[in-house]
């Protein structure tokens, strides 16, 4: 490294370097500063870019600059609050950024919490010391005190499972496939056990937040004899800016010997890492879908290959990758085939509803099961993956039906209070009142169409007025600890029918839910989306497995107009084995993902043909990428299509598919496809984005 000599204000020589940072902005490349000597790879600095100040990460100490020196300019401070960012986690973070595609700043910033990359924390007065030193003076919050448990006795796929997984040499994926109730999270809690004892960290991803609160239970009370008080941190979006920050700094200083968290957590600065679990891996929440569309759980797998660790990854409905992976041996399937519990699996009972009378949606055969399981005394799980009070509203008159004006789909009604009802779009987040008369011909007599999670409630209410009725989704428990509060009445006893969305559909271990009713399920069967299926059969198999896992004798009623398709026939016998060979082997006909590689271009523009005509221009221009780089015959690219919902918040969509039979050959067109793409003419009329190994087509 070369250093610099200059004059500086006073005559004298000063010593500066040259650093490269990566700045979050959405263009390719790193940029060059010159600094004073003490930084290092991996701190964080102010520059100025543009017209205003950034907090970047310094990636590379070059011995010179890439463009003219004297039009380099001079890092503003050098933030030293916290240590370097480890060599380790700045080669998974360029891994990621390589692999989907994105500029490195856009990875390695986000990952930091908001107080670190934030420059209004380091200017003004209220910023001495920044927002580390100011944290550090202030008393942290007592951590709430848990009484130890002991662990239960393991059963013999159980013990197995930890025997191999704990004695694994290196990197070594596992597929941990257990029917629900199998006891996974105790294999889970035995394996990061062994390998706190041997001075090595733990990180276990979960999918969604409001998994987090049972879970840090349960480590707390079996882990922190191990791990030592306070050596479990939680870290999820869900938390303020100074709880992430506080939960953030223990991991880095570390201080926190297992770490919880959802899919952020994978950029967690953890080095001596011995095992990384990842529960419910089949979960398409592990996939973000904005900005950097990663998948939580592929880099999981990478970070562990990287590390030389095992990975586990658990389900009891495992993704098809995951099990062609297990079923290729790439992976070792550790089965859990029976409930930890000396309990049978819940019955599962098919209701055709095509001849039925239905009660509000309701049918007579699930009513009566109700009424059978309230009479003793035990509890009622209604699932309907819809929230609100009703899909949309219409005119029983001309016909009309509440549209969003902003995009092309219907507003949903909503229950405000008791009585009082609003019109929302759940795509662009546009509200209005519910008019009093039809827009169209100012006839009052307006109807929901459909129901909503609101609207079952209600009814369920009336149909049993005796009974206790509480509702977990998205609108219920928008307040912070809302949704643990709801889970604990469960728990508590204090809710006889619980009416849910997928919030209550997985991880929750219900000791007295003794019938599970699912309605509406149909809606998924015919998506577009070839992986709709897959979807459908892992929800129907978490929301059945909530039944009876104490108890012996759950019961799960299907109401559906199509008992006969193959997911309702494989639900009835619990079989995903066989459900998952018959989805393979349409998949592999079709050359679908697994047995294939896709990424998806969308574009979003005022109008939908200026949308199509860049993607057309796009596919052109990677059609001579192909024929320059001769691998015609190993990418397909697909015409550009509209997306089933064209217009949202009035910005017109359409997409483009591209797919590959060999991986590295499909990484290396997007390289050299995203540069044309950066310079394409059109590139202000429209916005586009590029995603590897897309969930939804």
């Not at 025997?163 to 999270?185: D, V």
């Not at 009416?499 to 219900?510: E, I, L, N, Y």
């Amino acid at each position: 490294m070369s250093d610099l000599r200059h004059l500086s204000l006073d005559g004298e020589a000063s010593l500066e370097v040259w650093i490269r940072v990566a700045l979050d902005v959405p263009i390719e490349g790193l940029f060059d500063y010159r600094c004073a000597p003490g930084v290092a790879v991996g701190d964080r600095v102010i520059v100025s870019f543009g017209r205003r100040n950034m907090i970047g990460l310094v990636v590379e100490l070059p011995s010179e600059p890439r463009c003219d020196p004297s039009l380099v300019k001079t890092v503003e401070t050098v933030l030293k609050d916290i240590p370097p960012m480890t060599a380790s986690w700045l080669k998974f973070t360029k891994f990621a950024a390589d692999y989907y595609q994105r500029p490195l700043g856009e990875v390695v910033m986000p990952a930091l919490p908001v107080a670190l990359r934030s420059l209004s924390a380091y200017q003004g007065k209220r910023s001495a010391g920044g927002p580390v030193e100011r944290l550090d003076q202030r008393r942290a919050p007592k951590l709430k005190s848990t009484e130890p448990s002991t662990a239960p006795e393991l059963n013999a796929a159980q013990q197995h499972a930890v025997t191999l997984i704990s004695a694994a040499q290196g990197f070594q994926p596992f597929l941990l496939y257990g029917i629900t109730g199998s006891g996974k999270t105790e294999v889970y809690l035995h394996a990061a056990a062994k390998t706190l004892a041997r001075g090595q960290r733990v990180l276990l991803l979960v999918p969604e937040i409001n998994l987090t609160p049972q879970f840090e239970q349960s480590l707390r009370a079996r882990l922190e004899p191990v791990a030592g008080p306070g050596g479990v941190a939680v870290l999820h979006s869900a938390l303020s800016d100074g709880e992430r920050l506080r939960a953030w700094l223990r991991v880095q200083r570390g201080e926190a010997k297992l770490v919880l968290g959802t899919r952020l957590s994978i950029f967690a600065p953890l080095d001596d890492v011995g095992l990384i679990v990842v529960d419910e891996e089949h979960d398409p929440s592990y996939k973000q879908q904005d900005g950097l569309r990663y998948s939580a759980r592929d880099l999981a797998v990478w970070r562990a290959r990287d590390l030389g660790i095992p990975v586990v990854l658990g389900s009891a409905t495992p993704s098809l990758e995951s099990w062609v992976h297990a079923e290729k041996e790439n992976y070792k399937r550790l089965d859990l085939p029976a409930r930890a519990r000396e309990v049978t699996l819940p019955s599962v009972r098919l209701v055709d509803t095509r001849r039925l009378k239905m009660e509000h949606g309701l049918s007579v055969q699930l009513l009566d099961a109700m009424r059978a399981r309230l009479d003793n005394r035990e509890q009622v799980l209604i699932f309907l993956n819809r929230r609100g009070y009703a899909p949309a509203l219409h005119c029983t008159s001309c016909g009309w039906v509440s549209q969003c004006p902003r995009c092309t789909t219907f507003t949903v009604l909503h229950r405000t209070t008791p009585g009082r009802h609003q019109l929302h779009c759940h795509h662009c987040g546009y509200q209005q009142r519910v008019p009093q008369a039809c827009p169209d011909c100012g006839d009052q007599d307006m109807q929901p169409i459909g129901r909503g999670t609101q609207r079952i409630e209600e009814h369920l209410g009336m149909l049993f007025p005796e009974a206790r009725v509480a509702r977990i989704d998205a609108d219920s428990t928008r307040k912070k600890g809302s949704a643990q509060a709801l889970f604990a009445s469960v728990h508590a006893g204090e809710v006889d029918i619980l009416v849910g969305t997928q919030m209550v559909a997985k991880g929750h271990d219900f000791t007295n839910l003794g019938l599970v009713g699912i309605l509406n399920a149909d809606a998924m069967l015919f998506s577009q989306d070839f992986r709709a299926p897959e979807r459908l059969f892992a929800q129907l198999m978490q929301v059945a497995g909530r039944a009876g896992r104490h108890t012996g004798h759950g019961e799960v009623i299907v109401q559906t107009g199509y008992p006969e398709q193959s997911v309702y026939q494989a639900l009835l016998k619990h079989d995903y084995s066989g459900f998952a060979s018959h989805t393979m082997r349409e998949r592999e006909a079709a050359m679908l993902p697994p047995f294939s590689h896709q990424a998806l271009l969308s574009a979003e523009a005022r109008e939908l043909n200026i949308a199509l005509d860049f993607l057309q221009a796009a596919k052109e221009a990677a059609q001579g990428l192909l024929q320059a780089q001769q691998t015609e015959t190993l990418i397909t690219l697909y015409d550009p299509v509209p997306l089933r919902i064209v217009r949202v918040d009035n910005m017109c969509r359409a997409q483009l598919l591209v797919e590959a039979t060999h991986r590295p050959a499909l990484q290396a067109l997007l390289r050299h496809w995203l540069a044309l793409l950066h310079d394409h003419p059109d590139l202000r009329r429209v916005r586009w984005q590029l995603e590897v190994d897309p969930l939804e087509i």
